[in-house]
């Protein structure tokens, strides 16, 4: 069961990975469903097994002291499920790599757009921004119709939209460097977030075979999962797809 970070405290909520799994399986990714439920199983497996390491060593340390840093969560629904990604900010801003990602500035009327496809939080406690001046940050998430979203800046928006500025300055994180930032309080919430912006770039790939899919994936690269493949029903007519492909490079190949 992953963690879920509170101001009243740290608690615990549950995933049902079958029904998970089961409405993950209706979205087009793979051409062969039976290795697009493998590839979700394997990867509902290394969600489990984080989640028995952050228990073990994460929720009595964060039960017991709290969260002392900033932070940001964010609640999604997948598959009909409550689910959330928490982004430890302290750790963000406080990076030395943070200065090395460039500003830009941003129209302010892309936050009062219902068609933008970046979510932000308007906040609800009346606060005013401590960090007035700085560059809001934007990361990567596709849920929905948004495709990014604000992790920190949400009372610099809303004082923009108020003020009407014109524009606001912003720093946009990409999945790989957020990822080098220790961003995530818990491996699960890592792993999560990276099998969400990966399922994103999955759907999106058209020439791709499931072989090549397969071989992109973090779980092939972190842990090598996906050298031996169980046999399907289509596998081998894509194989045979694959190894033609391949054929068709070399020079004496009539293309």
């Not at 615990?12 to 697009?36: A, C, M, N, P, V």
């Not at 690269?221 to 046999?231: E, G, L, T, V």
Request: proline share 5%.
């Amino acid at each position: 069961m992953p963690l879920q970070f509170e101001e009243s405290g740290t608690s615990i909520y549950s995933i049902d990975y079958k029904h998970l799994i089961r409405k993950l399986s209706e979205i087009d990714i793979f051409q062969d469903k039976g290795i697009q439920k493998y590839y979700l199983e394997q990867w509902m497996a290394v969600l489990k097994h984080a989640e028995k390491n952050d228990l073990k060593d994460c929720y009595p340390y964060y039960s017991l002291h709290g969260i002392n840093n900033q932070y940001f969560t964010y609640q999604l629904f997948l598959g009909g499920q409550e689910c959330f990604l928490h982004f430890n900010i302290s750790r963000i801003i406080n990076s030395p790599k943070l200065t090395n990602i460039p500003s830009e500035n941003i129209s302010i009327e892309e936050f009062s757009n219902p068609h933008s496809d970046i979510l932000w939080k308007k906040p609800m406690d009346g606060k005013k921004s401590l960090s007035f001046g700085k560059p809001i940050l934007i990361i990567p998430l596709s849920i929905g119709t948004y495709n990014h979203i604000v992790i920190d800046g949400n009372h610099r928006i809303q004082e923009a939209l108020d003020q009407s500025d014109d524009t606001i300055s912003f720093k946009y994180i990409n999945t790989l460097t957020l990822l080098e930032f220790d961003t995530f309080f818990t491996s699960f919430d890592q792993l999560f977030y990276t099998f969400l912006c990966e399922l994103t770039l999955m759907a999106l790939e058209e020439n791709s075979d499931d072989i090549s899919l397969l071989k992109k994936s973090y779980l092939h690269y972190q842990y090598n999962i996906f050298n031996h493949i169980p046999p399907t029903p289509q596998s081998s007519s894509l194989l045979w797809k694959w190894f033609k492909k391949i054929m068709s490079s070399f020079p004496w190949s009539k293309r």
